[in-house]
């Protein structure tokens, strides 16, 4: 059994309600993947505690999650010619990942001046135009309106979106290229849920790029 089974094994042996959504967990995995296979960067957004799932998201992304990360030799070498061979020795390999709702000086004043239901567009279309981009739009409803318009401009850009919602999946179970429906309804029960999927879509991803 290789390590990505493992993690996903004991994701739905320790949260069965999980498992209907192994396909689409799956599906998710691949899409991670291939964005970073191809030397991408994820973009996520979300609102309230979705907004702080995005932020722990790329924390877990941007440095290591469960696996060391050590920089290869050849990286390790352009420090050590620089003569700060310490640098390599505590710095980490990256998944790229940017969090859309820190960046309060452009959502404060995009709001402001245009619409704040489109900060969130206007940052996938910055970022993502013409880069390989994965968004990943969280809404516990589905239907976020500023997480929607960002879903509908990542798909006229041409750049695949990961959703997780509720239940119901709202408009994000429609628009996203995959959509995980965690079998909740409630805000918080969502959310609960929420966590120990991403923790596993991060683990997967991690594994597939990084050994012990």
């Known amino acids: 059994m290789n390590r990505t089974e493992i993690i996903l094994q004991q994701l739905y042996q320790d949260v069965p309600a999980l498992l209907p959504l192994k396909e689409k967990i799956y599906q998710a995995c691949a899409l991670m993947i291939h964005c970073y296979e191809n030397n991408g960067q994820i973009l996520l957004c979300g609102n309230g505690g979705s907004a702080a799932d995005a932020e722990h998201i790329v924390g877990e992304l941007m440095k290591g999650f469960l696996l060391r990360r050590p920089l290869p030799p050849a990286e390790k070498e352009r420090f050590e010619n620089e003569g700060v061979p310490e640098l390599a020795d505590q710095l980490q390999q990256a998944l790229p990942a940017i969090s859309l709702v820190s960046q309060s000086a452009l959502c404060t004043a995009f709001a402001n001046d245009i619409a704040a239901d489109l900060v969130f567009a206007q940052q996938v279309y910055a ?11 969280l809404s516990t409803s589905g239907n976020a309106r500023n997480v929607v318009n960002a879903v509908r401009t990542a798909r006229s850009l041409g750049i695949p979106s990961l959703g997780i919602t509720g239940r119901d999946g709202g408009q994000l179970g429609e628009l996203c290229t995959v959509c995980i429906q965690t079998p909740e309804k409630e805000t918080y029960r969502v959310q609960e849920l929420t966590l120990p999927v991403y923790h596993a879509l991060c683990a997967v991803t991690e594994a597939h790029f990084f050994k012990e």
């Open 127 to 137: 970022y993502g135009k013409g880069r390989e981009c994965l968004l990943i739009a």
